[in-house]
């Protein structure tokens, strides 16, 4: 537990830190969208396109829940000066890659330090500030999360026509120096040094389950499939009567007997899922079917990363007032009239997908908020790093899962035509290689992506669908601050 130290927080740049961590996340998931297909055409492998994603989701998905337990254990600050450290080798190590399997082990290591940056800056303003606060601040971060994330598509857009892919990685480097350095200088907590046991085995299984769901997922056929899908529940199997009996689990199984975290897990996964498709194929269907440039494809995606903040902050201004569930089902009701209407709307050119990527974006903003206070509200302090935690890793799981499964569906979409040479597909996604292939050919896999991605398009409609479904029967929480001894002495601040 933290108790009060003589040294006091900055909280003003404590929160620029924090802004800055959120900054890079940001940057990452869109800046890597608009990139991919300019990468593949660079790289090949087109097969392992959704894999660039997933390597990054698996690892951060494995890694918050163990970060986020250490926090509680040992303090946020150390985990979070880790986490930035690791990120940073491998944005560099992603910058440098030269082959498609190198670029995948490089951000696999970014999502290790991803999984410390996650849910360390959402724990954090939790401990130094009181609900009534915090409520707006989570508005604020979201509006944050949406500035860089508008800038991530545009810059990266010009980036990759002007300069180089490879830079759209190297643009974390500043950002992760200056947030490392204001936490030293500016975050202080004194954590009461206590006997404890990392749960070892539980992290080790809950690994295997993530990675072998991934691979069951990925698009695997034959005896394979069911050999990482038998494997796949024995883990979960075993991961659960370890936690059962574990003296302090990583994941406590205790929290989601409280409808809000199972629900709030739930549809964090469900509609974490649907926003890294989104993320994922828009941009590769307005460069692969459509014949846009990258700085169109992110700007398909934009809108979403407009209308969030928007949201966020408004949603953080309400919540004291409409309280946890209206909010919740709002967002979720926009967020699955959006995924509804992307398969609907695709065809119809740039401007329906942006009202979709927008509508959807707006329903993200308004839910978030409510949904990760609630879960912080609902626990001690104790519990907090790992609640937050939680709550982002089913979300990533979510998301891993989905592109995993649609990455599958592309490829299988591909291979039906076995006329098309193998790395075909991946020179179609750039002026270059196009220029190496007759326009027929060309025509023949823009036809194939098209039929693929309506398939994922629809995938993430019904994922809309079943995650307004699951707001329904969120519980009305009361908007009360934790009592002084659930609190337990936060930062000093």
């Known amino acids: 537990m933290s108790a009060p130290n003589e040294r006091h927080t900055h909280r003003g740049l404590t929160i620029t830190a924090l802004v800055l961590c959120l900054a890079m996340a940001a940057l990452e998931a869109t800046v890597v969208a608009t990139a991919m297909p300019t990468v593949t055409g660079d790289l090949g492998g087109i097969q392992y396109y959704s894999w660039v994603t997933n390597a990054y989701l698996i690892l951060s998905a494995i890694t918050v829940p163990i970060f986020g337990k250490l926090?509680?254990?040992?303090?946020?600050?150390?985990?979070?000066?880790?986490?930035?450290?690791?990120?940073?080798?491998?944005?560099?190590?992603?910058?440098?890659?030269?082959?498609?399997?190198?670029?995948?082990?490089?951000?696999?290591?970014?999502?290790?330090?991803?999984?410390?940056?996650?849910?360390?800056?959402?724990?954090?303003i939790a401990d130094i500030f009181r609900i009534e606060e915090r409520a707006k601040l989570q508005g604020f971060f979201g509006a944050a999360w949406g500035f860089f994330g508008l800038v991530g598509p545009i810059i990266g857009g010009l980036i990759v026509e002007n300069v180089s892919w490879r830079w759209v990685f190297y643009m974390n480097l500043p950002f992760g120096v200056a947030a490392a350095g204001l936490l030293v200088t500016a975050l202080h907590e004194r954590v009461e040094r206590k006997k404890h046991r990392l749960d070892l085995a539980g992290a080790g299984l809950l690994a295997s389950f993530v990675t072998t769901l991934l691979l069951a997922s990925s698009g695997v056929h034959g005896s394979a499939r069911w050999k990482f899908i038998l494997a796949t529940v024995l883990s979960l199997v075993a991961f659960l009567v370890v936690e059962r009996r574990a003296e302090e689990p990583l994941l406590p199984l205790s929290l989601f007997t409280r409808r809000v975290m199972a629900l709030s897990s739930a549809m964090g996964a469900i509609i974490g899922g649907a926003m890294i498709a989104i993320l994922t194929y828009v941009p590769l269907f307005i460069q692969g079917v459509r014949g846009g440039t990258p700085t169109q494809a992110g700007s398909s995606i934009t809108p979403m990363l407009v209308t969030w903040p928007i949201a966020s902050f408004i949603a953080g201004r309400l919540l004291p007032r409409v309280g946890f569930r209206a909010l919740v089902r709002l967002g979720m009701g926009c967020t699955g009239a959006a995924a509804v209407a992307l398969p609907l709307l695709a065809e119809q050119g740039?401007?329906?997908?942006?009202?979709?990527?927008?509508?959807?974006?707006?329903?993200?903003?308004?839910?978030?908020?409510?949904?990760?206070?609630?879960?912080?509200?609902?626990?001690?302090?104790?519990?907090?790093?790992?609640?937050?935690?939680?709550?982002?890793?089913?979300?990533?799981i979510g998301g891993a899962v989905a592109v995993g499964v649609m990455g599958g569906v592309i490829v299988a979409a591909l291979a039906k035509d076995a006329t098309i040479p193998k790395d075909a597909a991946s020179r179609a996604l750039s002026p270059e290689g196009m220029s190496t292939l007759g326009p027929e050919v060309v025509q023949r896999i823009s036809g194939l992506l098209d039929a693929g991605l309506g398939t994922v398009f629809w995938i993430i409609a019904g994922l809309g669908i079943t995650a307004f479904v699951a707001a329904l029967f969120f519980p009305d929480v009361a908007m009360v601050e934790p009592t002084a001894k659930q609190m337990s002495a936060p930062p000093a601040h």
């Not at 254990?73 to 985990?79: T, V």
């Not at 942006?354 to 206070?373: K, Q, S």
Request: a positive charge; proline letters at 5%; hydrophobic letters at 55%.
């Open 350 to 396: 740039p401007l329906a997908l942006r009202v979709v990527t927008g509508l959807f974006g707006f329903g993200m903003g308004c839910a978030n908020t409510a949904l990760m206070i609630a879960v912080q509200t609902s626990v001690r302090w104790e519990q907090r790093g790992i609640a937050t935690a939680s709550t982002m890793f089913f979300r990533t």
């Open 71 to 124: 926090a509680d254990l040992h303090g946020r600050k150390p985990i979070l000066l880790a986490g930035i450290a690791i990120f940073l080798l491998g944005s560099a190590a992603s910058g440098a890659a030269r082959s498609m399997p190198a670029l995948i082990v490089s951000r696999a290591i970014q999502g290790l330090g991803a999984g410390a940056m996650q849910p360390m800056p959402i724990t954090i």
